[in-house]
């Protein structure tokens, strides 16, 4: 069989129709953007496991009434440095916005300011909050809980979420420091997209049904589950859940549902975010001279043996956004036809090739 060749959709267009899906499923057209920019922003860094792929289930969610097309996003307990944000039952792009806005406006005047967030939902690439902190000069912080995805160290069955965790450093270099990472081996994101795209996946990203390691990412679903990142990976998962659901008294562990197949069903997801105020401690273009000359040390370090270089976090993506901006971003006939269905389904016009 002849592979299909992979289109690059210009960042333009893919937002449009982005737009253009939510608004048909009931978003006001701020938001609709809002949730838009999360999306392409994954695509644009090369996490397309949580772009323009998950666009059919935020929109069955409100579509399904299983998330708020208009929260309330609100405080519903505070002191100077930390707040407690309800998000209404809003989609969770929606909410986290609203609550790192309100991060950053207290850490202006509070050095610091701490956000947990309760009654919200599946919020996308973490590192987009955290993001929003260095046009103020700060230092960003995000994590959040998720359904059960993810066996424990030394489990074969799914008993916790891979609770994201995403901080973002401003530096003199163009490309900020950004570490983004699931604390499984691998997102359920990307299982999916590989599912999408029939490819086989290495051994040790997943477990199947009966617990044995398997290539095939449709194994994952719907009673297979992810591998944590070691002992390590485990026991961040744990101060996440910790973090986002308990201190907050969102949803844990198996009270959250699978945001992407109960979207009838509210999730009461978890959510925390930080700002720190580089100003409180140091002049904000000091300590980016200070982190360049670290990177700096860091990079000229000996690469061992066929490696590429020494990259930073961050870095990679800072370069696959140059080239998308440039070539477009690729989305696989896969996605494509999945994204051409969702179109016709509430009448509006697919992707343009």
Known sequence: MEKKETPFI??????????????????????????????????????????????????????????????????????????LVDGDNGLGQIVSIRAMEMVIERARTQGICFAGVRNSCHFGMTAYYPLMALNSGMIGLAGCNTATVMAPWGGGKSAIGNNPLAITVPTNKPYTLVLDMAMSVVSGGKVRLEAVKGTKIPLG??????????????????????????????????????????????????????WFDKTATPTNLGHFFMAIDIGTFLAPDSFKDLVGRLIDELKSSPPMEGSAGIFMPGEMEYLKEQEYRQSGIPVSPEVLKTLDAFAQKVGIAPVPR
């Open 10 to 83: 210009p960042v333009a267009v893919l937002r449009d129709f982005s737009v253009r899906s939510f608004q048909a499923s009931g978003l006001s057209p701020e938001h609709a953007g809002w949730i838009s920019d999360t999306l392409i922003q994954s695509e644009l860094r090369g996490v397309g496991s949580h772009g323009i792929i998950r666009l059919p289930f935020y929109c069955k969610r409100l579509l399904d009434g299983g998330s708020n097309a208009n929260p309330d996003v609100r405080i519903v307990a505070q002191k100077p440095s930390s707040i």
């Open 205 to 258: 990203w997943i477990l199947d049904e009966q617990g044995r390691p398997t290539d095939n990412p449709a194994d994952m679903f719907p009673n297979g589950t992810l591998l944590p990142m070691g002992y390590k990976g485990f026991g961040m998962a744990i101060m996440i859940e910790i973090l986002s659901g308990v201190l907050t008294r969102a949803a844990t562990l198996g009270e959250i549902p699978l």
